[in-house]
Each structure stands twice: as C-alpha cells, then as structure tokens.
Nanobody, 120 residues
Framework: QVQLVESGGGLVQPGGSLRLSCAAS????????MGWYRQAPGKQRELVAD???????NYLDSVKGRFTISRDNAKNTVYLQMNSLKPEDTAVYYC??????????????WGQGTQVTVSS
C-alpha cells in the first residue's frame, strides 16, 4: 500500500514563500516522474511542475522564475519551493508520483492535497 503525504501548505501574504513537501511510503521499487498540480475553485486541475526520472523539468508558464521543484530519491520525496507568491496561486496543491511497486506496471499515485492561500 503506497501513500503520498503532503505538508507545508498554509496562509501567506502576497510576496511570501512556502515550501511544500510530499513523501511516499510503502513498498516502492522505483519512482519515475514526480510532480505538483493545483486546483483552484471552479477551475480544472493544472500541472504546476514536474520532474521526470531523467530529462528536463517542466513548469507552468505563470510560475517560471518563482517556483522550484526538486526531488530527493533517497527519501522518496518531492518538494516545491514557492517564492513571490501571488493571490492567483491560491489553490489546493496535489503531488503525483509515477512509481513501480513490483507489480506488472508503474502507475500514478496522488497525495491528498494541501491548501495554499495567498492573501493579505
């Protein structure tokens, strides 16, 4: 049984920073891509950033230069450092990992979501 647990959300003023973490636990043989998504009220879930096992990192255009995704493979953890936050960054943030547990194929797992609110 694989679980993804997120932490680090909260309320922050515009221009502030937050760091999100997402740790995977359970029987994990390999983690391929790791990523962060967000969903604001009334909007579709969108990709914020992802970091594959190999290859280039991708960012949503509106967060480029402000957000940084990173991963610690030894800890099965992905991070999202968010700087210069704006009210339009307010959303529930979800992590997703594509990982292999030793069964037939790798598949996607999602975290439960963490609320990020940017407001004065």
């Amino acid at each position: 049984q694989v679980q993804l647990v997120e932490s680090g959300g909260g309320l922050v003023q515009p221009g502030g920073s937050l760091r999100l973490s997402c740790a995977a636990s359970g029987t994990i043989f390999r983690i391929n891509a790791m990523g962060w998504y967000r969903q604001a009220p009334g909007k579709q879930r969108e990709l914020v950033a992802d970091i594959p096992g190999g290859g280039s990192i991708n960012y949503l255009d509106s967060v480029k230069g402000r957000f940084t995704i990173s991963r610690d493979n030894a800890k099965n953890t992905v991070y999202l450092q968010m700087n210069s936050l704006k009210p339009e960054d307010t959303a529930v943030y979800y992590c997703k990992m594509n990982l292999w547990t030793g069964s037939s194929t790798a598949r996607d797992y999602w975290g439960q979501g963490t609320q990020v609110t940017v407001s004065s």
